[in-house]
């Protein structure tokens, strides 16, 4: 008899290149990787349509998905995690000389309020800098990926045709979150974010995952086997990357930022499994609640299996 093939989006990178190149497999199991050159546009995709059997997915995407209803659940394999303390940039020809002085004003959020990425960021905000997130006006470049999610009254949509880096840069917009801005006239809002970062890890273990993996509930019905399989698999071809940043080999900017965590922490810089990983997302789902994305608290064994 066959392996039953599951069909399988997942952009390639250190922690899964081993599955892509196929050295390691899930015993039992074929994956039939579908390639999308916008990694995003998968996970509307697959929160939409349910189209691929296992997929990566955005944290707080997967988690107002559930909330509204759609049939997936997640493994604990948390295949992105990232700093976020630089990804707030600000005008400095504006009067914005330190995180609080964002009250008041426009910020623009590359694509959608829940981008994961934004939900951390803002939440870096009110935690670490003391802003008032309701006082300020969320400026998004592009509408949510989960259709029947309605963002709070102080998130608004750009104008059409507009683009956030150029609104900045005119003064439109205050700051940005997630944006890609170079010019003279933009900075870091957070001063030598990476050292930030790096306090933030070092002293609060504090750690954003931002991508972790789903499967279809149809898929876990019909072949329970899969998540011990999978979650296998998947720690297998990650063990792989941690020893070849062990021992040095460093290629792309997350191999230099996982490798910094190495240093910083001497342990694994991507684990999996729940209870390693249970702080960080009991506060992801804290601010989503605080940004008012999630309305109810989530038990977290409730949306992992495995």
């Known amino acids: 008899m066959s392996e039953p093939v599951l069909t399988t989006l997942t952009r390639t990178q250190g922690a899964n290149e081993a599955l892509k190149n196929g050295s ?52 604990p394999i948390f295949l992105v995690r990232g700093f976020h303390h630089g990804a707030i940039r600000y005008n400095t020809r504006s009067s914005i000389r330190e995180p609080k002085d964002l009250e008041g004003r426009r910020v623009g959020v590359n694509r959608s309020y829940t981008v994961t ?28 990926h989960v259709e029947t999610y309605v963002p709070p009254a102080n998130v608004v949509p ?5 683009h956030l880096r150029d609104m900045l840069i005119r003064g439109e917009l205050d700051a940005v979150i997630g944006v890609d801005v170079d010019h003279p006239d933009v900075a870091p809002l957070i001063s030598e974010p990476d050292d930030a970062a790096a306090e933030a890890l070092r002293d609060h273990a504090f750690y954003p995952i931002n991508h972790l993996v789903v499967v279809k509930d149809e898929v876990l019905q019909q072949h329970p086997d899969a998540v011990p399989a999978l979650i296998d ?74």
């Open 24 to 75: 390691v497999s899930p015993a039992g199991f074929s994956l039939l990787f579908t390639e999308i050159p916008v990694l995003v546009h998968g996970f509307r995709r697959m929160v939409r349509n349910l189209e691929f059997d296992v997929s990566e997915m955005a944290l707080t995407t997967y988690l107002t998905a559930r909330e509204h209803g759609v049939a997936f659940t997640a493994l």
């Open 117 to 144: 990425t934004g939900v951390w960021a803002r939440g870096i905000l009110a935690a670490q800098y003391g802003v008032d997130l309701d006082r300020v006006t969320w400026v998004l470049s592009g509408d949510e």
């Open 158 to 162: 750009a104008p059409p045709g507009t």
């Open 233 to 306: 698999a998947f720690t297998e071809a990650k063990q792989q990357y941690v020893t070849r940043l062990r021992d040095g080999e460093i290629i792309s900017d997350a191999d230099r930022m996982y490798a910094r965590v190495l240093e910083v922490t001497g342990t694994d810089p991507l684990p999996y499994g729940l209870e390693a990983n249970r702080a960080m997302l009991e506060q992801l789902i804290d601010f989503a609640l605080a940004q008012r994305i999630l309305t109810k608290p989530v038990d977290i064994d409730e949306v992992f299996t495995g």
